[in-house]
Structure formats: C-alpha cells, structure tokens
C-alpha cells in the first residue's frame, strides 16, 4: 500500500481522486492549498505527491522547486496545463512524471505505480538492523522488541530507525529534525523531546529509567543496548 499525498485545490475532484485512489488500496491525505501541501509532506513524508500547478496560494512550480528543496519524494503533476514548454520545465524542475486533465483515476493510478516501482528500482535493499533486543526492518517498515511488535507511528518508526543507524553514538536535535523531519534550516526542540517521551513509553521506559535511549544533556541522544 502506497501514501500518497494530494494536493488539489478543487473540491470535486479531490473528493473524487480521494475515493477513487484509497479504493484501489492507497493510504491518502489531501491538501487545498500550497502551503498546507508542503506541512503535510513534511510531517507525513508521503511515499508519492500528486500535485496540482493551479493552487489558490501559491503556484504549483513553486511548490515542487519547495519540495524539491527538502525531500527526494516522488511528485506527480496532474494539471489541465497542456503547454509543452511548461511541460518540460516543471519536468526538469524535479518532476517524475506529468498528466493532463482529464484523466481517469485508473490512468493516475497506473502512473502512479510506474514511478514507485522506478523509484523502489534506485534503492539498494537495507538490511534489518539489531540493537540489543530491538530489531528494526527499513524495507518492511517493522520494529520489535524482544519479539514482540511495536505500534509506532511512520514517525515514530523514522525517528527510532535513524537512532538505531547510530547506535552508540549521540544524536543532536538539530540533527534528528533535518533528517527525519526533513527541516533542514532548524525548528522546535520541543518536538523531538515530545515523540522521544511518546517512544520511550512504548519501549517501557522513562527518561528517568532509561534501557535503550539516554539523554546527553545539551547534546542530544544515544540509542545503545542495555548495560
């Protein structure tokens, strides 16, 4: 199952799109405007992005260079701009493939499929990695610990993944909010301490009691196994 993430300024055929696509088996958010496209991507890190160059606050070229900016993430553009200049710029821009309105949902969906298998083609398999009783798998997106699964949220799963890619090492907020956040330029600390508490819960310890992740006092944090 894909996530996808659209960004639609008109109601119909986002509610339609919606439909249609999560009746073929994709998980989908959906955003009106510009601005609220490019916070969901963030906070989502949605697996593709159909992305409409007509949006009410900002321009949709704009928005992919955006993106483009901050994250690798697959993007569609489904427009009714059929001008073949601007096809090709908004395809060097950083586009993966481009349709024009109308389309049919199957026909979105068959592109759709297209790109993330090209995409799933660039990338080298990852293997699971291991720290003490945890045990993290990228590919399947999976983390258990002693054998028994985790319920983790995809940022969640991120944040634990990219500490268990270091483990043993300290990890600084900063850091953490340019790699799974995908905020490059710096953001809140307090999100990093508010999904470090909601991890630490559901790894059975506190920053108090910490097993696997301990606080470095005005560095950041160490995901190692327990003494």
């Known amino acids: 199952m894909a996530h996808l993430l659209l960004i639609e300024d008109d109601p119909a055929i986002r ?38 160059l007509g949006l009410p606050d900002l321009d949709g070229r704009e928005l992919l260079r955006m993106l483009r900016a901050v994250s690798p993430v697959p993007v569609i553009v ?16 950083g586009a993966d493939d481009y349709v024009v309105k109308p389309f049919t949902a199957a026909q979105l969906d068959a592109r759709i499929r297209a790109v993330l298998r090209r995409g799933a083609g660039d990338r080298p398999e990852q293997a699971a990695l291991t720290v003490g009783g945890l045990s993290i798998d990228a590919g399947a997106r999976t983390a258990s610990l002693d054998g028994a699964p985790l319920d983790l949220t995809p940022r969640e799963f991120d944040l634990l993944h990219h500490l268990a890619s270091r483990a043993g090492q300290v990890v600084t907020k900063r850091e953490l909010l340019a790699e799974v956040w995908q905020v490059p330029y710096g953001g809140a600390d307090k999100t990093v301490d508010v999904h470090l508490s909601w991890l630490r819960r559901k790894l059975g310890e506190t920053a108090q009691a910490p097993r696997y992740l301990h606080t470095v006092r005005g560095v950041g944090v160490r995901l190692s196994e327990p003494a």
């Open 15 to 52: 509610t339609h799109l919606l439909r249609a696509l999560r009746e073929r088996g994709h998980a989908v958010a959906a955003s009106g405007t510009a601005m609220d496209g490019l916070q969901t991507a963030l906070a989502e890190r949605p697996d593709l992005v159909v992305l409409d």
């Open 78 to 93: 489904a427009t009714a701009r059929d001008d073949e200049t601007e096809i090709v710029q908004v395809l060097d821009s």
